[in-house]
Each structure stands twice: as structure tokens, then as C-alpha cells.
């Protein structure tokens, strides 16, 4: 969270963000959250893979940056270890503080907070049933205490597990701690194999059940690990938009994220613009070069690029973008960033008044238009038609007043009595009150279906200076069919208007139109394949499950059921002829 200034006030983490960030903004609020969020200007998002990295961020950003709002909440004491001892015959994973020079054991971590010691600890109770009680306890114990009637215990205080048995679990927790859970993993599986062959079913299913926690368990956990510095680019296009995530990495460890939107003034190709942009990363200015620089995309002179950071850093330095293993999950994890704050970007306030504005200005209206809908049809050579309505407004995408609409009784294809029936079902309703007035109604079409929408909104009783509001605007796609090269056509004065591919308010109309296309093709595959996935029979009355049942096992299936006559239908057992009567017209109308 920034202030108008740009500098760091409060660094979180959050599973669900936007429960998370909700949180700040409702209920009763103390004084110290209430004075933070009074000099929230802006908030920034970083997607990481998983809640340990998130929490790994969380505290490089805070030791790094020291927001005023984390200082109570995070002190700076030194990283906690997991300890376990060499001279105990029955050892415990031990929380510590502190890691001494020459102790009699091994210290396993450090890990980035004790949050995350004592739900490693708990995990491997879980998993591998280490005990976790102090050794003055231990030594006194005559009976098993409650961690093992809960199976958290294997009991070694009474002998209820040999030391070579405790040990071999104990390994195997250290072994996961360090990261090597998929030897662990191996070892289990090899292990399970034997004792079911051995018919030793429970040992085998204990076995089991650590396997399955140890799948979920296939990540690393320090803070300090050594995985090799990159620097991560990936790029995300969409509604005239570029955004360029840099992910920081240094020893295997997310350090942060930075997102640009550089200006593609000159309609770069996606490798080009990512290719410029890297370059201008480093040569540009005083920076940082890592050992690699990793590209979600092929750059165009990447050699050349190559040869000018060796040369700056005088040591080799590393361009690819085709890459396998953990730098291939980086490469993802850029991407997904990208993406996110993409659409962010095309959703902020800023950008979406911007585009309001430009959308004024083209069409020469008194001022910006409030509400936006767009209607289009989809559907596969006629089968479940579906057309769709979407609204935006100046908040963006206005999802709480998207409609669906399934198309019924029209010729198979006809997309123009499909949008015919569309528009009367929404402004019907309109006319009797339902709903808000649109400012401007987007087709998805040309003049054909410009004239109809005129003529839908006149039969549909709306007064006329509630018609004369509503502005009707086609976009038909150029002979192309690309992006960018949309015509636009004014119902009001029978012109189009050929907008350049960099306007901003053709990118809002490229963004309403596509979000039709999406709402509509989604509506349209739900409905297919719920018909697909049910039978003929079951909309006819009278006919249930076990009716039906009879009728497909007595002809061998639904093509069977519909050639069959009436009489043949009134064989099968629970059909009365009346029934039989019900089904035949239903199947042939």
C-alpha cells in the first residue's frame, strides 16, 4: 500500500485478495488502520505460486523498505532454524531462536518466520509422527500421552517404536525439510510396495497416507537458498494495451516485481516491443545485470543483446527464453503477473475515463456517455443460440447487470431474428420500467443490423424522448477480420466512423465488444452441453427415471425409443397406451 507519494506504507500477504483488502475498508477499524488507510493513494499487487513465497516476499520487502505500518507488527529479530539433536536417542524438532557455532546437532533453515517453524513442525507431526515434547517430559512419561491417541506420536517415550524405526522417520522429515521431499516420496512408495506384498495391509496403508500429505509438500522453504539471478520479462497485450512484468530474482528467491506500460505508438510486434524495452532496461541506465535475463518471448536480436550485457557486466551474461525446469515456472509466474496487471490497468479508473472521454470526443456527444451495452449471438450452425448483453459504465465491466438470453422458435442460423428477440425481451422490459437506459447500444454487425435494432426499439413502446437518448452503434469487422480494423457505423446519421487503431475509445468499444463475445460464446457451450449431456425423454410428463430406464434397456437405446411406433411403445412394461401416445408425439411432434 503506497501513499500520494509513492512511498511504501504497509507490505501484506493475502490467500484471498480481495477478502483481504476488503477487510481495510469495513467494520470497526482501530486507529492505527484507520490513519493508514487515510494516506492510501495506490495499492500494488505481486502474484508469487505459492503461500510460502508470498510470505518469503512479504519479509524481503519489509526488511528492504521498513513501511511505518509493519514496524509493529514486524520486529527484526534473527531468522528461526528447526533443530535436531545428535545425542538423543529419540530426537525432537526443536524451535530455535538462535543457531550456535559448535552445537550437538543439526540446524535446519533459517526460516523466514516462526509462523512458518512451528506449521513445518506440525506438518511433520502429521506426516511422520515425530514427537514434539520437552525432554524433561519425556523422561518421566509411563504411559503414551493424547498426541498419540491423535496419531501425531509414535510414542518412542514408552517404547512403543524402535530407535532404528524413530530414526528412519526422523530422516525423513529432515530429508523434506531440506527440500528433498520426492527422494522421501520414492522411498515411501518402494516401501508400501513391500509391505504389501509382505500383506502387511495396515503398515501399507500408513504408507500410503504419508505419500499423499507428501505430495503437497513438493516445494522448498527457506529463506536462504541458492537457485541462480534472473531477471524475468513478460509481456501482455490486449485492448490496445502493453504491460511488461520484470520479476527479480536472486539465489532462487523472489526479491519483487516491477510492471510497465511502455507506449506502442508504432504497433511493435510483440517480440520487438519486449525487445526494445529490455534494452532500454539496461543500456539505458545504471542497473543491475544479472547472470540471466529470461523473455516470455523469442527477441529479435537476442545474440546482439547478449554480446552488449556481457560486455557492460564483463562476465557472461545468459539471453533465452526457451528454458526447462524452475526457470520455466518463472517465466509462468511472470506471465501470470503480466496478465493481472494488465487488467488491472484496463479496468483502473484512469485509464477507463480516459477511454469515456476519447469515446465523447469521436462522437461528438455534450459529454461522456454514462452506460454502454453490447449485444451479440452465438451459437454452432443454429444449435443453442444464445445471445448476450453486457454493460459497461465508468467503474468498467458492470457484471451484477450482464444478461443471458436463450433464443427459442427461430430458423437455425438466423442471427438477425435471434437479435431480434434479444432486444424485445430487454427493452420490453425497459418499457415497463425494469432497469436503466443505456446511453449507447453496441451491435455486434453493420447497418442491417442497425436497422433492426431501430425498428425493435420502436415497436417496443419506449417513450420518444427515451429513444432519442439511446444511441445505436454498430461495429462491423473489416474485411481483415483483425483487431484494430473495425468500422463503426452512427444509426443517427447513416456515416461510419473510422477511428485510428492507438484511440483510446476504440479500444473501449474493442473491450465491450470482445466481453460480449465471451459472455455470449460462454452461455452458448453451457447450453450445448447440457443438452448434450441430457436425454429427449426427460421433458416429457410422466416419464421419470425408472420409465425411462425401461424404455432405453426394452429397445436398446434412444434411437430405438424414437423408432418405434406407437403400439410398440405401449409393450414396454409401466406404458400405458395413453402414455405411449404422449411419448410418440413428443418425440415426432
Known amino acids: 500500500m503506497l501513499d500520494s507519494h509513492g512511498e511504501t506504507l504497509y507490505v501484506g500477504k493475502a490467500k484471498r485478495l480481495k477478502a483481504r483488502l476488503s477487510s481495510y475498508f ?27 513465497e508470498a510470505l518469503l516476499l512479504e519479509q524481503t520487502l519489509i526488511k528492504e523498505q521498513r513501511p511505518p505500518y509493519n514496524i509493529l507488527l514486524r520486529d527484526d529479530k534473527s531468522y528461526p532454524f528447526i533443530f535436531v539433536s545428535d545425542r538423543h536417542p529419540y530426537p525432537a524438532l526443536e524451535y530455535k531462536r538462535t543457531r550456535r557455532r559448535h ?9 523466514p518466520s516462526s509462523g512458518a517453524v512451528r506449521e513445518s513442525l506440525s506438518l511433520m507431526q502429521k506426516i511422520f509422527r515425530i514427537r514434539n515434547c520437552e525432554d524433561s517430559v519425556f523422561a518421566h512419561r509411563t504411559r503414551p500421552c493424547l498426541q498419540y491417541q491423535i496419531e501425531r ?34 522411498e515411501l512408495t518402494e516401501a508400501m510396495e ?26 522448498r522453504q527457506f529463506v536462504d537458498t541458492e537457485g541462480g539471478d534472473a531477471d524475468v520479462f513478460a509481456l501482455a497485450e490486449g485492448e490496445g494495451v502493453a504491460c511488461i512484468s520484470v520479476l527479480t530474482v536472486r539465489q532462487g528467491r523472489l526479491l519483487g516485481a516491477r510492471h510497465h506500460t511502455p507506449d506502442n505508438s508504432l504497433g511493435l510486434a510483440a517480440g520487438e516491443l519486449l525487445g526494445d524495452f529490455v534494452s532500454q532496461f539496461y ?53 501470470t503477473n503480466a496478465e493481472q496487471q494488465l487488467a488491472s490497468h484496463v479496468a483502473s479508473h484512469g485509464e477507463l475515463k480516459r477511454r469515456f472521454t476519447s469515446l465523447q470526443q469521436a462522437l461528438g456527444l455534450d459529454t461522456p456517455p454514462g452506460r454502454l451495452e453490447c449485444f451479440d449471438i452465438s451459437h454452432s450452425h443454429g444449435e443453442a443460440t444464445v445471445a448476450s448483453c453486457v454493460v459497461f459504465d465508468h467503474g468498467g465491466p458492470r457484471k451484477s447487470d450482464y444478461r443471458r438470453y436463450n433464443i427459442e422458435g427461430i430458423v437455425a ?18 418499457a415497463d420500467g425494469e432497469g436503466a437506459t443505456p446511453d449507447i447500444l453496441l451491435l455486434d454487425g453493420g447497418k442491417g443490423q442497425l436497422n433492426l435494432a ?103 437405446g434412444l434411437q430405438g425409443v424414437k423408432q418405434a411406433s406407437r403400439e410398440e411403445l405401449a409393450r414396454v412394461p409401466g406404458i400405458s397406451a395413453a402414455l405411449a401416445e404422449t411419448i410418440h408425439r413428443a418425440l415426432h411432434g
Open 283 to 335: 543500456l539505458g541506465q545504471e542497473r543491475e545485470i544479472p547472470q540471466e535475463v529470461l523473455t516470455a518471448l523469442p527477441l529479435p536480436d537476442s545474440t546482439v543483446l547478449e554480446s552488449a550485457l556481457s560486455s557492460r557486466a564483463e562476465r557472461r551474461v545468459r539471453v533465452a527464453s526457451r528454458v526447462r525446469g524452475h526457470r520455466s515456472q518463472w517465466l509462468e509466474l511472470a506471465r
Open 103 to 111: 552445537g550437538d546437532g543439526r540446524y535446519l533453515g533459517p526460516y
Open 413 to 430: 442460423g438466423d442471427d438477425y431474428a435471434a437479435m431480434r428477440q434479444a432486444l424485445s425481451r430487454r427493452f420490453r422490459r425497459l
Open 194 to 219: 513391500a509391505a504389501s506384498r509382505s500383506l502387511a495391509f495396515e503398515d501399507a496403508a500408513r504408507l500410503r497416507d504419508q505419500i499423499q500429505h507428501l505430495r503437497q509438500l513438493q516445494q
Open 153 to 186: 506420536c509414535s510414542a518412542p517415550c514408552v517404547g512403543y517404536i524402535s530407535k532404528a524405526a524413530y530414526r528412519r522417520d526422523l530422516e525423513h522429515a529432515v530429508m523434506c525439510l531440506a527440500g528433498r521431499s520426492e527422494q522421501v516420496t520414492t
Open 454 to 556: 431501430r425498428e425493435v426499439l420502436m415497436e417496443t413502446g419506449l417513450p420518444q424522448q427515451q429513444l432519442d437518448s439511446i444511441l445505436l452503434l454498430g461495429v462491423a469487422k473489416g474485411t481483415t477480420r483483425k483487431a484494430g480494423l473495425e468500422t463503426l457505423f452512427i444509426e443517427t446519421t447513416e456515416r461510419s466512423l473510422d477511428l485510428p487503431a492507438t484511440s483510446p475509445a476504440l479500444h473501449l468499444i474493442q473491450h465491450i465488444r470482445d466481453e460480449a463475445h465471451r459472455f455470449a460464446i460462454t452461455g452458448h457451450r453451457n447450453r450445448r452441453d447440457k443438452a448434450r449431456r441430457s436425454s429427449t425423454l426427460e421433458g416429457i410428463a410422466g416419464i421419470g427415471p425408472k420409465r425411462r430406464r425401461e424404455l432405453l434397456r426394452f429397445f436398446g
Open 26 to 52: 469495513r467494520g470497526t477499524l482501530n486507529a492505527k488502520t484507520q490513519a493508514m488507510v487515510a494516506r492510501i493513494a495506490d495499492i500494488q499487487v505481486t502474484v508469487t505460486r505459492s503461500e510460502i
